[in-house]
């Protein structure tokens, strides 16, 4: 038993590389990008090119590798290549970045001939991440937002809402201050925790007794979150 598992790890070829065994690692990797690619677009909204994008990495690694094999200059060369790509893409969030080096993963394993690990690999990183999407555990920055509201210059805003920050948030911040309307109004946004989504309206409703039924707004943050 322990030699037929130590077979199964072992490298498919270790020198030459012949037309059967770049097919093979070439459909065995096509396999694991589409696994990871199913994987990440489970109950996410992704583009179809960033999806094909993961399909195609494992295979397009796996070539680039086995190309360079033995050569360190070549391999410098294409890794320099390769480094300059990080350029000219949009951020991404931390799933995607996930899925992009899974997917290269399983595309180095193919090109040194370690095709069923690099499978194993692929359908464990498949399993967490659908465990990941169907499992929605809590996040802090679920009841982050940032509240904006617009006071009459009469009032003094320092301490004007403390006790219903106390009453509908977990934390709270003042972060800009600016004048409008010819500096008869103020307009101030905060970054603040609610206690709970169902506390929105009522804390509204609150701020509008006063702030003179003026403007307010409590959105999502304007960062982008899950960013790397």
């Given amino acids: ?27 065995v990797s096509l396999f694991c990008g589409a696994l990871i690619a199913l994987a990440t677009s489970f109950r996410a909204r992704l583009s179809r090119s960033f999806l094909l994008s993961v399909f195609l990495i494992p295979a397009v690694v796996q070539t680039v590798i086995m190309l360079v094999n033995g050569s360190i200059g070549t391999g410098l060369a294409v890794m320099s290549a390769f480094s300059l790509i990080r350029f000219r893409s949009a951020p991404g969030t931390a799933k995607e970045i996930v899925a992009i080096f899974a997917a290269m993963a399983a595309g180095l394993a193919c090109a040194t001939g370690y095709i069923f690990l690099a499978v194993i690999f692929s359908v464990i990183v498949t399993v967490i991440l659908l465990i990941a999407a169907v499992v929605r555990l809590p996040e802090n920055d679920d009841l982050s937002r940032e509240l904006r509201i617009t006071v ?39 970054d ?36 790397l």
Avoid: W
Avoid at 158 to 165: G, I, K, N, Q, S
Avoid at 193 to 219: M, T, V
């Fill in 1 to 27: 038993m322990p030699d037929i598992i130590n077979g199964l790890f072992a490298p498919i070829y270790t020198e030459e590389v012949t037309l059967s065994v770049y097919l093979l690692c070439f459909l």
């Fill in 152 to 190: 009459p210059e009469s009032l003094n805003y320092a301490h004007e809402f403390d006790d219903l920050f106390a009453q509908y948030t977990a934390s709270h911040k003042l972060t800009t201050v600016k004048t409008t309307n010819m500096g008869s109004l103020y307009k101030l946004v905060y």
């Fill in 192 to 227: 603040i925790r609610l206690k709970s989504e169902d506390c929105i309206q009522p804390f509204i409703d609150d701020l509008r007794c006063r702030n003179g039924n003026l403007e307010i707004a409590i959105a999502l943050p304007s960062t982008t979150k899950n960013e």
